[in-house]
């Protein structure tokens, strides 16, 4: 299980986790799966809305459902990558039983199908993040970001780094405050906007973002 997270908002997780996942389903035999704890992946990927139940009402049960549960909530969005959809409900996963965000990680374990997790931002996730057997850190290389991520308690495995031009901050700045490897650097690109707002990301992750997040996956346990 893959987590992607940031520190704060604005900082490109939901694209990168949607590309990563995509790009993962392309290489994987079986393909990939996507879970949404955030609550934007099926914008990101231009598909409707859903109306439908999604990870927050599995972790929220009372008597836990499991594999089976899982894999029913899974929608298709292209041949070879289903997306898990938050559901009706936020997710605060500092109120989730811990129990239950392990068995979560246990059956993704036992799981074929490689998972990537779009945890969203803020401290709140950090329950989460624990349970990963790769935690991304998605960050942009400014004093805000920096700042927060300096306080905290859990470290990543892992950086991605979306770089902007004219920032006084770069991935040696990065890699100092945060404690971990860059192991990747996405230069902004309008292509990715573009396809994001088009609603075309599940169609064709943009070259220039497919080839930066290719190098991530010698790196990362899936």
Same mark, same amino acid.
């Given at each position: 299980?893959?987590?992607?997270?940031?520190?704060?908002g604005?900082?490109?997780?939901?694209?990168?986790?949607?590309?990563?996942?995509?790009?993962?389903?392309?290489?994987?035999?079986?393909?990939?799966?996507?879970?949404?704890?955030?609550?934007?992946?099926?914008?990101?990927?231009?598909?409707?809305?859903?109306?439908?139940?999604?990870?927050?009402?599995?972790?929220?049960?009372?008597?836990?459902?499991?594999?089976?549960?899982l894999?029913?909530?899974?929608?298709?969005?292209?041949?070879?990558?289903?997306v898990?959809?938050?559901?009706?409900?936020?997710?605060?996963?500092?109120? =989730?039983?811990?129990?239950?965000? #392990?068995? %979560?990680?246990?059956?993704?374990? *036992? /799981?074929?199908?490689?998972?990537? &997790?779009? @945890?969203?931002?803020?401290?709140?996730?950090?329950?989460?993040?624990?349970?990963?057997?790769?935690?991304?850190?998605?960050?942009?290389?400014?004093?805000?970001?920096?700042?927060?991520?300096?306080?905290?308690?859990?470290?990543?495995?892992?950086?991605? =780094?979306i770089?902007?031009?004219? #920032?006084? %901050?770069?991935v040696?700045?990065? *890699? /100092?405050?945060?404690?971990?490897? &860059?192991? @990747?650097?996405?230069p902004?690109?309008?292509a990715?906007?573009?396809?994001?707002?088009?609603?075309?990301?599940?169609?064709?992750?943009?070259?220039l973002?497919?080839?930066?997040?290719?190098?991530?996956f010698?790196?990362?346990?899936?």
């Amino acid at each position: 299980m893959i987590v992607c997270w940031s520190v704060k908002g604005g900082s490109g997780t939901t694209v990168v986790a949607a590309a990563l996942a995509l790009v993962l389903a392309q290489r994987h035999e079986a393909g990939a799966r996507l879970i949404d704890m955030s609550g934007d992946t099926p914008s990101a990927l231009g598909m409707s809305e859903p109306s439908s139940e999604g990870i927050a009402e599995w972790l929220n049960a009372t008597d836990h459902p499991g594999a089976e549960a899982l894999n029913n909530l899974m929608l298709p969005v292209t041949a070879h990558l289903g997306v898990i959809p938050r559901g009706r409900s936020i997710i605060v996963p500092s109120l =989730v039983n811990p129990d239950h965000l #392990r068995d %979560l990680a246990e059956v993704i374990a *036992e /799981s074929h199908l490689p998972t990537i &997790v779009d @945890a969203g931002s803020g401290a709140s996730m950090i329950p989460i993040i624990e349970h990963a057997t790769r935690s991304l850190l998605i960050i942009r290389p400014c004093y805000l970001a920096l700042r927060r991520a300096s306080l905290l308690t859990t470290k990543p495995h892992g950086v991605i =780094v979306i770089t902007e031009p004219g #920032r006084a %901050l770069g991935v040696h700045d990065v *890699e /100092s405050v945060v404690g971990a490897p &860059v192991l @990747a650097e996405i230069p902004f690109d309008p292509a990715i906007a573009r396809a994001v707002d088009a609603g075309l990301l599940a169609g064709r992750v943009p070259t220039l973002l497919a080839k930066h997040l290719a190098d991530v996956f010698p790196a990362a346990v899936v």
